[in-house]
Nanobody
Framework: VQLVESGGGLVQAGGSLRLSCAAS????????MGWFRQAPGKDREFVAA????????YYADSVKGRFTISRDNAKNMLYLEMNSLKPEDTDIYYC??????????????????WGRGTEVTVST
């Protein structure tokens, strides 16, 4: 399975972006999926995760109420709607897929496939 993120860019504080993650080389409809973020030289940080059918969703406290994760299994897609963006949201955002699909995980080590990331920059 290959994952490719898109939708990153430069946005002013308070603005919005929608990230997409396209899966190919196999279906991810039975996988849990997640978004993580990481700046160069910093630890990877959990952002949000969703189980295979969207019934269970987790968010980091730092993004709760501002970000929304969703998926379209028919299109093999994962999304992250980001609103009320803050400068501290500046990072490279990665999507990931976990073969275990029932319970989304907060831990990057549990994910089996990763994209290469899309950069988000929030200016003041």
């Amino acid at each position: 399975v290959q994952l490719v993120e898109s939708g990153g860019g430069l946005v002013q504080a308070g603005g919005s972006l929608r990230l997409s993650c396209a899966a190919s080389g196999g279906t991810v409809s039975s996988y849990a999926m997640g978004w993580f973020r990481q700046a160069p030289g910093k630890d990877r940080e959990f952002v949000a995760a969703i189980n295979w059918n969207g019934a269970t969703i987790y968010y980091a406290d730092s993004v709760k109420g501002r970000f929304t994760i969703s998926r379209d299994n028919a299109k093999n897609m994962l999304y992250l709607e980001m609103n009320s963006l803050k400068p501290e949201d500046t990072d490279i955002y990665y999507c990931a897929a976990d073969l275990q699909g029932n319970v989304p995980s907060y831990y990057g080590a549990n994910y089996d496939f990763w994209g290469r990331g899309t950069e988000v920059t929030v200016s003041t």
